[in-house]
């Protein structure tokens, strides 16, 4: 491969650039040669392993001053790229941007740590930091001596003479010097005569040398000048306004303002005040001082130095532009908007309902100790269970074939027969909420302190009792366990219970904050942890924290799983909702301020990408919110809808809202003891 010449001009030029910085830099290579080992008597080793080297390149194929620049710019001056961010372009036509410059003290540290600092050399023409090889640092202590750089180079080898005089009689030639070289060339002096032929006619121009003009224009823009726009942020200095007619000390009659528009002027502000009125005087004898010289003069020097130093840009963007463009609301629908049923019974703030997985039916939880289960389509009461306490939340059996019923009331949690199913599904409910003798979970854990699984004959249910007030209940989703959280900051205040084999199990983590929801992950074995600060994700076959998401909001009140397991929305008592992508990071992807009191829950759909978020401003929101499952593309979330209707009692709004979970209809629970269906 034979290098083109441009190529071994940019070769021959770095070269001589590198020999030339390096000068000053090896001229302490010669004072360290004592130190180094490396004087005149060593040239005998140099030599021997020159040699070595010089074999070891014979035998290579190759050579590195035929492998190509990395930048590509040609013969173009390097200070063209100083003000810029880049110093070239490679061969596939990017930018190579400038390496960042340490400062000296880090460099000076650099190098008194590096051995080896003394050997390396910066490249201006590709900006990269040469290391030179051993080889090469002898090749230049040999220059620097006036020797050969080649250790194997003799100088004084005997001379070869190549010609053989063996047959020769005569010299190679024998002619005299002929007469041409010693008398003017005649060719030259014709084109001597063509050139001045050629200035005479005006075909050759010369440039003249510049002239500095003699004046300057004195009300002229000082930004014009040649000098001052040298410099990029230069400002011309304010200039004072021109003098106009009224400023004439004999000005037309239609300047000289009257008696009454003097008097008018005193009632003015005095920004909007004119500064100067016009007066008539008939010569020049009889006008008086300036009687604001000094005032002028000092505003003046006052606009000269608080002139800015630096020219700002102002960027003129419309403000529409800046918009996210979003999808127009028709093309996402549907989802809910209008309220088309009100279920009503309740004579107390209903704080908790959940939906049938079939969505027929719907279970809710009211202050006044009631759990009521309704018809979805009709809006009539099928069952009322008195509990006797507040109902603090109310959760359904994920699976349809298990029609129960998880009610948290005080520090009891029931597990109730809700009488739908065939006779054999509710012979084995009944089996499976029958409990012989009290029963607790391991041995080896003294859980029967502070929980204990209970047979309540008044309901014909299970009653699991807990040390303190239960404020949350989920189902996993096989239905056979559920967890229940307690507002206390130990381990033991989050339990997780077996329903077929009656055995309970506290999480083996500790918990660093008060918990105040869990949830279970839609698919796999993971369980999240709501703290009033911070999410914890935990792996339950691992038994290990798999990562913690840092809400950065002032109090945490609820939290909601993607269908996915991907997403996790969290809502906070200061109006602002969260989204989290668990691939991308540990901190909020989006944050929505959307309500101006506290969210009291928030949900996803099952099926459609809609989620929804309530709060105590009586409203509920209602967004889009889809999932790709490119992973380069970042979910849509579009806000679509405020739900009203309800009322506020006793500063309290909308207590819970719930989605149906085939139609894109939304379930809300009010505090003005009222339950309201949304519909598209």
């Known amino acids: 491969m034979t290098p083109s010449p441009r190529t071994m001009n940019h070769q021959k030029s770095q070269n001589s650039e590198k020999m030339n910085s390096l000068e000053m830099r090896d001229m302490g290579l010669i004072e360290r040669d004592s130190s180094d080992g490396l004087d005149d008597n060593n040239d005998q080793d140099e030599h021997s392993e020159g040699f070595q080297s010089h074999e070891a390149v014979d035998e290579s194929d190759s050579s590195e001053d035929e492998v190509a620049p990395r930048n590509t710019i040609g013969d173009v001056p390097l200070e063209w790229y100083k003000d810029e961010k880049h110093i070239g372009y490679d061969i596939a036509g990017k930018k190579i941007t400038k390496q960042e410059r340490q400062d000296k003290l880090d460099s000076f540290l650099a190098s008194a740590d590096d051995s080896k600092n003394w050997r390396k050399i910066y490249d201006e023409y590709n900006d990269e930091e040469v290391e030179l090889t051993k080889e090469e640092t002898k090749l230049i202590r040999r220059l620097l001596k006036g020797k050969a750089p080649h250790a194997e180079f003799d100088p004084y080898a005997p001379y070869v003479d190549w010609f053989k005089w063996d047959d020769a009689k005569h010299p190679l030639s024998n002619a005299p010097e002929p007469k041409r070289r010693f008398i003017p060339s005649k060719w030259e002096s014709k084109k001597v005569v063509e050139y001045v032929r050629a200035i005479r006619k005006g075909l050759i121009k010369f440039d003249k040398p510049k002239e500095e003009p003699r004046f300057y224009l004195l009300w002229g823009d000082d930004s014009s000048s040649a000098d001052r726009t040298k410099h990029l942020a230069y400002i011309p200095p304010p200039k004072p306004k021109f003098p106009g007619h009224e400023e004439s000390y004999n000005p037309s009659l239609e300047y000289i303002p009257t008696q009454e528009e003097i008097n008018s002027y005193q009632l003015m502000y005095e920004e909007d005040r004119p500064k100067f009125i016009p007066k008539r005087f008939t010569s020049f004898r009889s006008i008086p001082a300036y009687e604001n010289a000094i005032k002028d003069s000092f505003e003046r020097c006052l606009d000269l130095y608080l002139c800015p130093r630096v020219r700002k840009k102002r960027i003129n963007i419309d403000p529409e532009s800046l918009k996210p463009k979003l999808p ?353």
Not at 364 to 375: F, H
Not at 462 to 486: F, N
């Open 328 to 680: 127009s609301r028709k093309d996402l629908r549907p989802y809910p908007a209008t309220c088309y049923l009100e279920y009503r019974g309740h004579e107390g703030a209903v704080l908790s309902i959940s939906v049938e997985p079939s969505g027929q039916w719907i279970a809710s939880g009211s202050k006044d100790g009631t759990v009521r289960i309704w018809e979805v389509e009709t809006g009539r009461c099928l069952r009322v269970w008195k509990v006797g306490e507040a109902v603090q939340h109310v959760a359904w059996n994920p699976l349809p074939e298990l029609p129960v019923l998880a009610v948290s009331a005080g520090p009891d949690v029931l597990i109730l027969n809700t009488g739908f199913g065939n006779e054999e599904e509710q012979k084995k409910i009944k089996e499976l909420l029958h409990i012989g003798t009290p029963t607790s979970s391991d041995d080896s854990d003294d859980i029967s302190s502070f929980l204990s699984w209970l047979q309540d004959e008044k309901h014909d249910c299970i009653r699991l009792r807990h040390y303190r007030t239960v404020s949350s209940v989920e189902w996993h989703r096989k239905g056979d366990y559920l967890s229940t959280v307690m507002l206390a900051g130990e381990s033991r205040a989050i339990l997780i219970h077996q329903l077929s084999k009656k055995l309970t199990q506290r999480l083996p983590f500790k918990l660093h904050g008060l918990p105040v929801s869990s949830v279970f992950h839609p698919t796999r074995s993971i369980f999240f942890v709501a703290t009033k600060k911070n999410i914890r994700v935990y792996d339950l076959l691992k038994q290990k924290l798999i990562k913690k998401l840092e809400t950065q909001l002032r109090e945490v009140s609820s939290i909601a799983v993607h269908p996915a397991g991907d997403h996790v929305i969290v809502g906070s008592k200061e109006g602002k909702l969260c989204w989290f992508d668990m691939d991308l990071s540990s901190k909020p992807y989006k944050t929505l301020k959307c309500h101006p009191k506290d969210i009291t829950n928030v949900a996803f759909h099952r099926s459609y990408p809609l989620f929804a978020s309530c709060s105590d401003d009586c409203t509920a929101y209602v967004f889009h919110g889809m999932v790709y499952a490119d992973l380069n593309q970042n979910p849509l979330i579009v806000p679509l809808e405020i739900l009203r209707g309800h009322t506020s009692s006793d500063g309290r709004g909308v207590m819970d809202c719930k989605f149906h979970p085939r139609q894109p209809w939304l379930f809300t629970a009010g505090a003005d003891s009222s339950i309201k269906l949304y519909c598209h």
